[in-house]
């Protein structure tokens, strides 16, 4: 019989452990890299762009020396239109007039926004300048998208197995709780007194032939027919587990003693891990309470870190920020001063959007049940009612 030291066994679940984190780890690097790649080659062209004084640049210095000129000594009379003149010429004005290129497409923050684009946030105050800048930013965000949402996909899987199991194990735990409290201390303790006979009478060591069972069990002959037909039918049972189990070591034992075939073996079973993608997430069941309760928990906990480097923000304006970036609709209304800060929280915006993706397909869910609901409702409603005639 061969056997296998303890290092060997070792090395193979390593083996087992790193081809099953492979397709995880390969999308999220790829996804690291491409960010960095698109960081690297936006500083380059939008940060060594040429500043020039544009023809709307110099209307707007002209008309603002106008109106502070205009403004006289007394200011009760002048403010309100002053106030008004100010606001509509500052709306005009573009912000690239007052942004130095190399401090705003430095590397972290082109990075920065390039997160913004794969992510389909887009705050709107960080934009490319430069036609090639824009062109390029099409083609990025046309395979970062993609790239993204298969990241989006893989981990929901991974969160949807996790949230599922938990939400599992608290039913169970849930479950025995109330039974606990419902049975008497005799009723259990009769139960399992039956549990544990049943047990031991169907456990058999070693496979035995009908007829062995039969001799072996004499007990059986004195037993009534409908028992002792349970008990015989328990016991096959029993047998035909324990004779599988040897062919499972057996094809172990030839898949060990050629390396070749086990190589092929993992990296089909790697290739179908890349099949299964989605699958997960589309067998998650748990209320939509239990999703709006974890997406409140995970912003309120950026939340209460974020204004600790942001001293312009306190928690409202933080969860704000948070759930708008989360949700990818990025108004741009709140600002961050220190966005290279906030990059550390890269890991925090995939896995709260891979959240909030779970929640709104919970929701779509519930809402497609909703309306084959009110759909099959209206049309029995609709339906002609039978008319009984008399014979």
């Known amino acids: 019989m061969a056997t296998t030291s303890q290092p060997q066994r070792g090395k193979t679940t390593c083996k087992k452990i790193f ?8 999308f999220i690097l790829s996804l690291v890299i491409y960010a960095f790649l698109g960081a690297l080659m936006f500083s380059h062209i939008e940060g060594t762009r040429e500043v020039t004084v544009s023809e709307e640049y110099r209307t707007f210095l002209q008309n603002l020396t106008f109106l502070a000129r205009k403004f006289s000594d007394n200011v009760t009379e002048n403010e309100k239109m002053f106030k008004d003149n100010i606001r509509e010429l500052f709306n005009t004005a573009d912000p690239v007039w007052f942004i130095n290129p190399e401090d705003r497409w430095s590397f972290f923050g082109s990075l920065f926004f390039c997160c913004t684009v794969f992510t389909t946030v887009g705050y709107g ?24 949402f298969l990241v989006l996909t893989d981990m929901g899987d991974i969160l949807a197995t996790v949230l599922s199991k938990s ?61 002792r037909n349970v008990e015989l039918f328990e016991m096959l049972i029993a047998r035909e587990n324990e004779s599988t189990q040897p062919a499972r070591n057996k ?20 290739i179908k891990n890349f099949d299964k993608i989605g699958k997960e997430l589309e067998k998650l069941d748990v209320p939509i309470v ?48 220190h966005p290279k800060f906030f990059l550390f929280f890269s890991l925090y915006i995939i896995i709260g959007m891979e959240i909030v993706f779970i929640a709104f397909k919970l929701g779509q869910d519930r809402l497609i049940v909703l309306y084959k609901k009110v759909i099959s409702f209206c049309a029995e409603k609709n339906m002609p009612s039978k008319k009984i005639y008399p014979k």
């Not at 081809?19 to 390969?26: G, I, R």
């Not at 105050?125 to 993204?148: E, S």
């Not at 172990?252 to 790697?270: D, F, G, N």
């Open 125 to 148: 105050n960080t934009y490319p300048v430069t036609r090639i800048g824009k062109y390029l930013c099409m083609l990025y965000a046309l395979f970062g998208i993609p790239l993204m």
């Open 290 to 337: 239990l999703m709006v309760l974890v997406i409140f928990l995970y912003i309120s906990c950026a939340a209460a870190i974020l204004p600790n480097w942001e001293k312009n923000m306190d928690f409202q304006e933080a969860f704000y920020f948070c759930f708008i970036t989360l949700t990818t609709i990025g108004f741009g209304d709140t600002k961050l001063e």
């Open 19 to 26: 081809w099953a984190v492979f397709p995880h780890a390969c």
């Open 167 to 227: 939400y599992n194990e608290f039913r169970k735990l849930q479950s025995k709780i109330l039974a606990s409290k419902l049975c008497s201390g005799s009723t259990c303790s009769k139960r399992k007194e039956l549990k544990s006979g049943a047990q031991s009478r169907i456990v058999i060591n070693e496979p035995l032939t009908i007829m062995e069972v039969l001799k072996s069990q004499s007990g059986v002959k004195r037993r009534p027919v409908k028992y």
């Open 251 to 270: 094809s172990m034992e030839r898949w060990s003693s050629c390396p070749e075939l086990a190589r092929e073996k993992t990296v089909s079973r790697v």
